[in-house]
């Protein structure tokens, strides 16, 4: 995908990783981004572990199930899983269409909220990426 492809939402906050960040520490909601959703193809099915759950950096968060492969989601910071996007699981397809909007992934909220400084701009993830 080339890097005029990519259209980042403005105003949120990226991981390399190519998840995006939106809201603040207590709230943060968290998707794929298009460069990653290209990459993966078609979503059509995705599971999370139990809303609740405390996690580390880089931890097992939920998994996606593309017509390509099914990769795990992995925390892009330290925090509890606060609640799940319902919609987008009963509408895989929605990861697709609306990656930031209503094919959100879920919501978190910050363990570590020193982490967030490191996140990149859109500006940045696009330059990276």
């Not at 991981?15 to 709230?27: C, E, F, I, R, T």
């Not at 298009?34 to 609740?52: D, I, N, S």
């Not at 269409?97 to 992934?105: D, K, S, T, V």
């Amino acid at each position: 995908m080339t890097k005029h492809a990519i259209h980042p939402r403005p105003d949120a906050q990226y991981h390399a990783d190519h998840y995006w960040l939106q809201g603040n520490p207590a709230a943060l909601r968290v998707g794929l981004t298009q460069r990653a959703l290209a990459a993966l193809g078609k979503t059509v099915a995705l599971g999370f572990v139990p809303e609740g759950s405390s996690f580390q950096a880089g931890a097992l968060l939920g998994w996606v199930e593309t017509n390509k492969a099914v990769v795990d989601l992995r925390a892009p910071v330290a925090g509890m899983l606060l609640a799940v996007n319902r919609t987008l699981l009963g509408r895989p397809e929605l990861l697709n269409a609306e990656p930031y909007a209503r094919g959100f992934l879920c919501e978190i909220q910050s363990s570590q909220p020193q982490e967030l400084s490191a996140l990149l701009t859109a500006e940045a993830y696009v330059a990276l990426h």
